[in-house]
């Protein structure tokens, strides 16, 4: 089974930037980045695929930026311009499977790293 260690968390104002990492025991088709805020759902942040096809949900496009190191094994989470509502857990995931916005359907996860914005 995949192993997921984030980190990179951290507090910050609004508008600056954290860089997020996650060193994983071997990437897989899928690698992604969760992130789940108190009293909300899990919700899917950005993805990037073995073709290094990534994907972003609104609220972050164009302020964050995903990539992985396949020589290190680790994705990294750019994140600039960072607002309030960002505030979250964030959680890398990984799967064999395409790219989705299910977490469920993601078999691997790390234990998260938090990023909060004042």
């Known amino acids: 089974h995949v192993q997921l260690v984030e980190s990179g968390g951290g507090s910050v104002q609004a508008g600056g930037s954290l860089r997020l990492s996650c060193a994983a025991s071997y990437t897989r088709t899928c690698m992604a980045w969760f992130r789940q805020a108190p009293g909300k759902e899990r919700e899917g942040v950005a993805t990037i695929d073995s073709d290094d096809i990534s994907w972003y949900v609104d609220s972050v496009k164009d302020r964050f930026t995903i990539s992985v190191d396949n020589g290190k094994n680790t994705v990294y989470l750019q994140m600039d311009s960072l607002k309030p509502e960002d505030t979250a857990l964030y959680y890398c995931?990984?799967?064999?499977?395409?790219?989705?916005?299910?977490?469920?359907?993601?078999?691997?996860w790390g234990q998260g790293t938090q990023v909060t914005v004042s």
């Open positions: 995931a990984a799967t064999v499977r395409p790219c989705t916005l299910i977490a469920r359907e993601y078999s691997g």
